[in-house]
């Protein structure tokens, strides 16, 4: 094996985070839960340990950055010193949309300037497509986008089980047909994205 880079090690830190998921997914249990968050940390720690020889960062300044963003991005939850507050808000929705408030005038703050799209910036290209179609639809409805714009009208099955057996009919029927399923709904993501006012992404 060569030289270790954040580069080379990419492929490995997106392959723990997926076996942390499936874990999860098929209820696997504690101990082998365990033991793929430790390799997902163990991630962490090389990508740490690359920054620090490179005099960049360390292992405690990611630590340090994260406890300043999670008190800053979390005003209800706690003080500025870090303390908790006295209340908490009353439902999950409000803290999404204190949550999104924060990061979108944090955004603001570093680029200084805004769009109409932007609360559906940082949702990375790189996701798998329905990952992202997901989170694209997510941060769109909650900024009050027009979104049935972008969505076409489906019959969604009664469960989960049937909508997988639905995707994975989908995914064969175009694979029949020479059409690459991903692909084709990282294209309508792309194309839904711009339509709500954001530049596209190459």
Do not use: C
Not at 174 to 183: I, Q, Y
Request: glycine content about 8%; hydrophobic content about 45%.
């Amino acid at each position: 094996m060569g030289a270790l880079t954040h580069e080379s090690l990419v492929e490995y830190l997106l392959e723990e985070a997926h076996e942390v998921a499936e874990t999860i997914e098929t209820a696997g249990g504690d101990a082998e839960l365990k033991s793929e968050l430790g390799d997902v940390l163990l991630q962490v720690v090389l990508h740490a340990r690359l920054a620090e020889e490179r005099g960049a960062f360390d292992l405690d300044d990611v630590a340090r950055g994260l406890t300043a963003k999670m008190i800053r991005r979390n005003p209800h939850v706690f003080r500025p010193d870090g303390s908790l507050q006295d209340s908490f808000p009353a439902t999950v929705e409000e803290i999404v949309l204190k949550w999104d408030a924060v990061k979108r005038s944090e955004k603001v703050l570093h680029t200084e300037k805004s769009h109409p799209g932007e609360a559906l910036d940082g949702v990375p290209a790189a996701l798998p497509a329905l990952a992202r179609a997901q989170k694209l639809l997510d941060r769109a409805e909650r900024a009050g986008l027009a979104t049935a714009a972008g969505e076409t009208a489906v019959d969604v099955p009664a469960t989960e089980e049937e909508l997988g057996e639905l995707l994975f009919g989908i995914v064969a029927a175009a694979r029949r047909n020479g059409f690459d399923a991903e692909r084709a709904l990282r294209g309508a993501a792309r194309r839904f994205q711009a339509d709500q006012g954001h530049p596209r992404t190459p």
